[in-house]
């Protein structure tokens, strides 16, 4: 049975040559993560490969990583059959498929891999792949989001390659994940790993390309990109860091730190833009932020076992919503929603905000309750604040995709195309009645005080909103252009490429020329000196004797 | 013994006999030189059963007598004499180009073989005189034969060579006021390093240096060589010279005191590199092909020079292998390399090193053999210049106070590398090829490949051939 | 003899007969030609099979006849020539098939074809040598033979290409043999043995085997393209595609780069070199070639010379991973020395393929060229992702073992120096890639030569140029993604490394 996991990361590969040589496929090409579902619920043995390489080993370690499997497969059959239809009429569409499909593998094995090359190969495939997605519209945007995303993926994957080695040495060539959780690390390990995870999850500072990546995608792909690529930044970082060290302890509360400041600053920069999937993606580095948070948390805290829940719960929660949301943008690009479609719409959204009754708002009572019982209860404040403020910023993604919206109706109804974007609307309030684990947080945060504590922060936000729109406070930053650091780094670097020096200064011709014939002019004449061949011999033996009687 | 001394009298009987008949049959020297390769063979069979042997003429005791020394090196050059003879002469009666083919060209190639012949068998200081001088007439007569354009070089060398002999001749008479013998074993046993003595060896020395073309007495040698028939040429560049070669080899390493040896040594090896380096120059500047393959020969001399100087100067009898290797494997290589060149630029209608552009695709098989022998010029492995130069690193390499010379092997590799390859890559111009005047001579391009192909193929009988040499040599 | 001792021999002349005959065939014989080149290609492959069989099963190959005194010419198969070989062996079929179809048509072919047939032999030969005499000698044939071979094409740049090869390779090869007869008027020239021949002798004289290593190494530094002595690869590569790709993949590069690993590690021996301390400054040299090299990669427009450069700088992982000096680094090493060979061979041959078919020499004329040619443009993908060394492609598994050995003998820079290597191997691959896959595909290629159907996919070029350059693109997946299995040249490599470190 363990050899069914060799499934998992190659139906996507093998499905890439129907792909490419048989048009028919295509149509049902979203099936490919469903062997990662169904190993999910088998849960087969871990499979050792030792051919792939020594320590080889794919499987699923703990319920983390069968709900990350579970998700992430579930994302990106949504996302696929959305694409499906999406992608119907572009004529590209084989290699979008390729480049699905690749990072589609990589991303499933990561979360299957048990040992540190498996990870670092699915982690590389699927970065890698994600190119192709980034620039697939071939605009000018796209290209240079995508050259800007490959620069800092290819800077991610060597930082992590030496984090990796690194990791691997100082656990003695031992290549478990498992066994690095107890293994001590140092500080360029550490640095390297934050490094390169965090270029892949992109919070701030590191996350200048998201912002131009994410948007830049088609939707489907936007999706995945947000709602489960990222993750993978911040499931490296809790896979190979240890659960406890010292050294660790002294990064806490910068990394915690960092967090927070993603946080807001996605928040801020966020509600500058003009463009609905930019906010999104700016939510993006917000949400990823408290996910870093939430990392800091289980690093820290003496019950790991339920701050690593939490950290489960929301990759889960934020991928869903995520997902939900960019499709929905993609959606609304395309033809009008109905009202209840912006019902269903408005779902995801609110539950990011952390809603009662949504897994949004079960997981930000678990956060609050967590950062409580880790003795920083001073931060509550700051969490409440974060609520308004994502309040604040997804609106403003809805309002923006509300004014982009085509004037035309829609032609004519598609069923696959409701069906995987209504269920992942509604799956923020239909899993936490599925799902055991989130039920009981939801249920912990129906109480009075808890529900009062998640929703009046939400009332702030829209009394704010309402006084902001009242008053057209807006007008004062319409006209605000941002710095994008990030992008105009990556047009310099490429023109630095393009723009070779010259070689080194040959010596000028003439310099050249002159000592030529001066040279061989000294030959000429030692040549004729050799010319008169008898005297000059004799000439020889003459001075030879004389210097031999002297 | 009988049959080294009929290896040096069927070539002076054809010669004699073909001025008498007045044939210049070049198929019935071929048949005597098959006659003197198969009695050099034989004596070369002969001395390695029973080792060395002499020969006292016309029954004289010792001091007066004219003695014929048979050693086993002594029949090795025998046999390669009669082996780059032969194929000379095989060359000289089929190639289309040859301009030797009806001349005076088979008694005086006889004549030279046997005056070098009766070279390596003498061992007295007088008969080497009068070998010298007749290799020497013979020699000139050979280049002379080229016609109006060749006299200047033939009277130069002509010139030369008499003068040689005339300071040689001085030496050898100092010595005999001085000993009172002129027999090199005797001579052994009694020389002195005194004054005389010193200045007599160099007199010797010098003549001998002149005749061989050692630098700095080379001049006379690329002129009289290039403009040589291309027999003639192949003959003189791969044998004549190596005859003073000999002398001196056998008067430094057997009759000199040890302290003048030691003494005079370095002079010759400093002049060895000298040779390496200012010929390989010349070689690689010269605009002539044969031009170049004679500068060739003055460089490729500097490697025995230095092999002679620093035998003496370290009294390193291992060298003596060295030396011979480079003799037989240079004769081979100059052999087929002026073949090849005779016949490249003879069918090409120009001298011009630059006439060659294309040649591989046109005259691939000549142009392979000029290839193959340059490779062992340079001393690639595993060829016979490779097992030469190796026996010459290794005792300079052996001891850190001698390393200071293997900058001249150095030099001199890189330098032979370059206009052997000067124009080797120059043969692989596709792009503008110079067309033949003539459809090439398959036969006489073989011919020219053959020694090549023998020089590369001593690697297959190295260690018994090394190690021969170094027994063999006294 | 037994058929043990005549097995090395057979696998030497395995090439060099039919190249010496092919050498007298007339240019319209091409039915024989070819013939005479594959079955000359198989009878290796086959034989070579034979040997790794043998030498698996612990049999001992070896032929020697006297050469010098001291010095007798042998020719062995052990781990580490097993594995050079069998590069070459593998190599040279799809090189050959290549070959005929890149060649198809041209003049003097069969000069080529000989010459090409020496070339293997040579490094056959080179690969098999069992002491520093047989292998210097194999190392002068080589550049001999390989001469013609780079300015098959007779033009001007041909041959100035040439003789600036020939001025390196042949000083080189003059260094490597005073180097060799250094050490033979020392010890004479005993066999390759794993951990040196010469520890027993330490002590003699420090600077005679400084000096003789100092030789050795800038002899074989000049093939292996070690920085001031890289000059010949870049302008080396006007020559034809399949020379080129067996210069920098198989032939010369690697001849050197293994002449670097025989004297470390079978006549140094890895307890000399850390005495003397010998393999710091080449270790040194090592890393700033490989960095050296990708810079000025970085900076071509002309494909082949970025791929020459490119060269340039992947081979010194092999040298970095043996003068590192530790069991782990000395197996990446290894591998990679045929993980490069497979990876470039792969570039070469698609570089090949556009300029035969397309005429495309110059980067910028790449755009859209994935969809004229997509396999071709997929397989030369393979080995620009596994120079960065992106997984699971070879290139991964070399620098895998390098960091992790570097880590091991605590060279912990040596980690900066491959991640900036993969970064500036990223910066001068990927936007091949680009061009290739995504770059905008002119209307019509102005001169599209029509080979094969003409059509992308399996048409899209001469079947004999399309199919060498799936195989080792293919192999080259596959040697990475198998890496672990027992017949992957990793495992191959590990099992040498275990003899030379005494493991």
Redesign the interface.
């Known amino acids: 049975m363990a050899w069914l996991w060799l499934l998992v990361p190659l139906t996507p590969l093998l499905l890439i040559l129907p792909t490419l040589y048989w048009q028919r496929a295509t149509r049902w090409i979203w099936l490919a993560p469903l062997p990662a579902g169904v190993l999910a619920l088998l849960q087969p043995d871990s499979l050792r490969?030792?051919?792939?390489?020594?320590g080889?080993r794919w499987g699923l370690p703990d319920d983390t990583a069968l709900a990350l499997l579970v998700f992430t497969a579930g994302l990106w059959l949504l996302a696929g059959l959305f694409a499906v239809w999406n992608q119907a009429a572009d004529s590209r569409r084989r290699?979008f498929w390729l480049f699905w499909l690749l990072a589609l593998s990589g991303n499933l094995l990561l979360l299957i891999a048990q040992d540190g090359?498996s990870f670092?190969?699915g982690f590389?495939?699927m970065s890698?792949s994600a190119f192709g997605l980034v620039?697939h519209s071939?605009k000018t945007e796209a290209?240079r989001a995508g050259r800007l995303y490959?620069q800092l993926a290819?800077?991610g994957?060597?930082?992590l390659?030496?984090g990796l080695?690194?990791r691997?040495?100082e656990a003695g060539?031992d290549m478990e994940l498992a066994a690095w959780q107890g293994t001590p690390i140092g500080t360029?390990t550490l640095i390297c790993l934050l490094l390169g995870f965090g270029l892949k999850a992109g919070f701030w500072p590191l996350h200048i390309w998201l912002p131009a990546a994410h948007p830049a995608a088609p939707p489907a792909a936007s999706a995945v990109l947000s709602g489960a690529m990222i993750k993978a930044g911040i499931l490296g970082l809790s896979r190979f860091l240890p659960e406890s060290s010292e050294l660790i302890g002294g990064w806490l509360p910068l990394l915690a730190g960092i967090g927070l400041i993603s946080a807001f600053f996605g928040v801020v920069v966020g509600l500058l833009q003009r463009r609905d999937k930019t906010v999104l993606a700016y939510s993006s580095v917000s949400q990823v932020g408290y996910l870093l948070f939430v990392l800091t948390l289980v690093l820290t805290a003496d019950t790991p076992a339920l701050a690593g829940l939490l950290l489960m719960l929301y990759v889960v929660h934020h991928g869903l919503a995520k997902g939900a949301l960019f499709l929905g943008a993609g959606l609304v690009h395309e033809q009008r929603l109905p009202r209840w479609g912006w019902a269903l719409m408005a779902l995801p959204a609110l539950a990011l905000a952390g809603l009662p009754l949504t897994s949004g708002g079960a997981v930000k009572t678990l956060l609050k309750d967590q950062v409580e019982q880790a003795g920083m209860a001073q931060l509550i404040g700051v969490l409440t604040l974060g609520s308004a403020s994502t309040l604040l910023l997804v609106s403003r993604a809805l309002w923006l995709m509300w004014h982009s919206q085509p004037a035309t109706r829609p032609t004519a109804p598609r069923l696959p195309v409701w069906l995987s974007w209504g269920l992942l609307c509604i799956a923020p309030v239909l899993l936490p009645w599925l799902w055991p684990e989130l039920r009981q947080a939801m249920l912990n945060s129906l109480s009075i005080y808890a529900s009062w504590a998640l929703l009046w922060p939400l009332l702030l936000a829209t009394l704010l909103m309402a006084v902001v729109i009242r008053f057209r406070v807006y007008r004062y930053w319409q006209h605000l252009r941002l710095p994008q650091p990030g992008l105009r780094f990556s047009l310099w670097a490429r023109r630095w490429?393009q723009t070779?020096?010259l070689s080194a200064d040959a010596p000028s011709l003439s310099a050249q020329m002159s000592t030529t014939v001066r040279l061989r002019a000294l030959?000429r004449r030692w040549n004729r000196l050799?010319e008169d061949?008898?005297s000059?011999?004799?000439w020889?033996?003459a001075l030879?004797?004389l210097w031999?009687?002297i | 013994m009988t049959a080294a001394l009929a290896a040096l009298l069927i070539p002076l009987f054809t010669a004699l006999g073909l001025l008498l008949l007045r044939s210049r049959s070049g198929p019935l020297v071929i048949l005597t030189s098959l006659a003197t390769l198969a009695a050099a063979c034989w004596a070369l069979v002969e001395v390695t059963t029973s080792g060395p042997q002499s020969l006292h003429l016309g029954d004289w005791p010792e001091p007066l007598a004219i003695r014929f020394q048979l050693q086993p090196i002594t029949a090795l050059l025998l046999v390669f004499t009669a082996l780059i003879h032969l194929l000379v002469a095989v060359y000289a009666a089929r190639s289309r180009h040859c301009r030797t083919r009806d001349t005076d060209y088979w008694p005086l190639s006889c004549l030279l073989q046997g005056s070098l012949n009766a070279l390596w068998l003498s061992s007295d200081l007088f008969n080497w005189y009068v070998t010298l001088e007749l290799l020497g007439l013979a020699a000139v007569a050979l280049v002379a034969l080229s016609g109006r354009k060749a006299y200047g070089p033939a009277l130069n060398y002509l010139l030369l060579s008499l003068g040689a002999s005339l300071v040689y001749l001085l030496g050898v008479a100092l010595i005999y006021g001085r000993y009172g013998v002129l027999d090199i074993t005797l001579l052994a046993t009694q020389t002195e390093a005194d004054q005389s003595t010193r200045v007599a060896f160099w007199l010797m020395t010098l003549g001998l240096m002149l005749k061989a073309a050692l630098w700095p007495l080379h001049l006379w040698l690329p002129k009289a060589h290039a403009s040589a028939p291309t027999a003639v040429s192949a003959l003189l560049s791969a044998l004549v010279v190596k005859g003073p070669l000999f002398i001196l080899w056998r008067l430094w390493s057997e009759a000199a005191p040890v302290e003048l040896a030691i003494e005079t040594g370095p002079l010759l090896a400093i002049a060895g590199v000298a040779a390496l380096l200012l010929g390989g120059w010349s070689a690689l500047r010269t605009p002539w092909l044969k031009s170049l393959v004679a500068y060739s020969t003055v460089a490729q001399l500097g490697y025995a020079l230095m092999a002679l100087g620093l035998l003496m100067h370290w009294q390193l009898p291992a060298l003596d292998a060295a030396l011979w290797l480079f003799v037989l494997a240079h004769g081979l290589a100059k052999a087929s390399m002026f073949l090849a060149a005779g016949e490249l630029q003879a069918t090409l209608g120009s001298k011009r090193v630059s006439a060659l552009r294309g040649t591989t695709e046109t005259m691939p098989v000549a142009m392979f053999a000029f290839a193959v022998a340059g490779g062992s010029l340079i001393g690639l492995p595993p060829s016979g210049g490779f097992l030469a130069k190796w026996m010459l690193l290794e005792p300079m390499l052996g001891q850190s106070e001698h390393w200071p010379w293997v900058a001249g092997i150095l030099l001199g590799t890189l330098i032979s590398a370059g206009y052997v390859f000067r124009v080797v890559a120059l043969a692989f111009d596709r792009a503008d090829p110079v067309p033949p005047d003539f459809k090439p001579d398959r036969f006489a391009h073989w011919l020219a490949m053959l020694p090549a192909l023998v020089v590369w193929g001593l690697a297959l009988v190295s260690q018994p051939l090394i190690a021969w040499l170094t027994g063999a040599t006294p | 003899m037994i058929w043990t001792s005549l097995l090395p021999l057979l696998v030497v002349l395995s090439s060099l007969v039919p190249g010496l005959l092919i050498f007298t065939l007339r240019e319209d014989q091409v039915r024989l030609r070819t013939t005479l080149n594959l079955v000359g290609a198989v009878v290796k492959i086959l034989l070579v099979g034979l040997m790794l069989w043998g030498v698996a099963n612990g049999l001992e190959f070896r032929f020697a006849v006297p050469f010098i005194p001291n010095g007798d010419l042998v020719l062995k198969g052990d781990a580490l020539s097993l594995q050079f070989v069998t590069l070459s062996a593998v190599l040279w079929l799809t090189t050959t098939i290549y070959a005929i179809g890149y060649l198809e048509g041209a003049p003097l072919r069969s000069r080529f074809f000989g010459y090409f047939s020496l070339c293997v032999s040579a490094t056959v030969g080179l690969a098999l040598a069992g002491n520093l005499v047989t292998f210097v000698l194999f190392y002068e044939l080589l550049t001999l033979a390989t001469f013609p071979l780079v300015v098959h094409r007779g033009t001007a740049a041909a041959l100035r290409a040439g003789r600036i090869y020939l001025a390196y390779t042949l000083g080189g090869g003059t260094l490597a043999l005073l180097g060799a007869v250094l050490l033979h008027t020392q010890v004479g020239s005993p066999a390759f043995i794993p951990g040196g021949y010469l520890q027993a002798t330490l002590g003699d004289d420090r600077v005679t085997l400084t000096l003789a290593f100092v030789l050795l190494i800038a002899g074989f530094g000049v093939k292996a393209a070690l920085f001031p002595l890289h000059g010949w690869l870049p302008t080396a590569m006007v020559a034809p595609a399949p020379v080129s790709a067996l210069l920098h993949a198989v032939a010369v590069v690697k001849a050197g780069a293994f002449g670097l690993v025989r004297v470390i590690y079978d006549v140094f021996g890895v307890n000399l070199m850390t005495e003397l301390d010998l393999a710091t400054p080449l270790l040194w040299l090592a890393a700033f070639t490989i960095l050296y090299g990708s810079v000025r990669a970085l900076f071509q427009t002309d494909l082949k010379r970025r791929l020459a450069f490119s060269t340039v700088s992947q081979v010194s992982y092999i040298t970095l991973g043996i003068a590192l000096l530790g069991p782990i680094a000395a197996v990446g090493g290894l591998v990679h020395l045929v993980h490069q060979g497979m990876m470039k061979v792969t570039l070469f041959y698609c570089a090949g393929n556009f300029a035969e078919t397309l005429h495309i020499h110059k980067i910028r004329d790449l755009d859209g060229v994935g969809r004229r040619m997509p396999l071709t443009m997929a397989a030369f993908t393979v080995g620009a992702l596994g120079m960065i060394g992106v997984p699971p492609v070879a290139g991964f598994i070399s620098k895998w073992y390098l960091g992790l050995g570097a880590l091991e003998v605590g060279a912990d820079w040596v980690l900066l120096v491959l991640a900036g290597s993969g970064l500036l191997n990223a910066l001068y691959f990927l936007p091949l890639l680009y061009r290739g896959w995504f770059g905008p595909a002119p209307t019509h290629w102005p001169h599209d030569e029509k080979l094969g159907t003409g059509r992308p996919g399996l048409g899209e070029t001469h079947w004999m140029l399309l199919w060498p350059a799936l195989t080792t693109a293919f192999l080259a997946l596959l040697i990475g993604i198998l890496a672990g299995t027992g017949l992957s040249p990793l495992n191959w490599a590990q099992l040498t490394v275990n003899m030379e470190f005494d493991l």
């Open positions: 490969l030792p051919g792939l390489w020594p080889a290699r090359a670092y190969v590389t495939l890698l620039i071939g290209r490959l290819i800077m994957e060597l930082l390659f030496m080695m690194l691997v040495h060539g360029a490429l070779r020096p030959e050799g061949v008898v000059v011999s004799v020889v033996i030879a004797v031999l009687l």
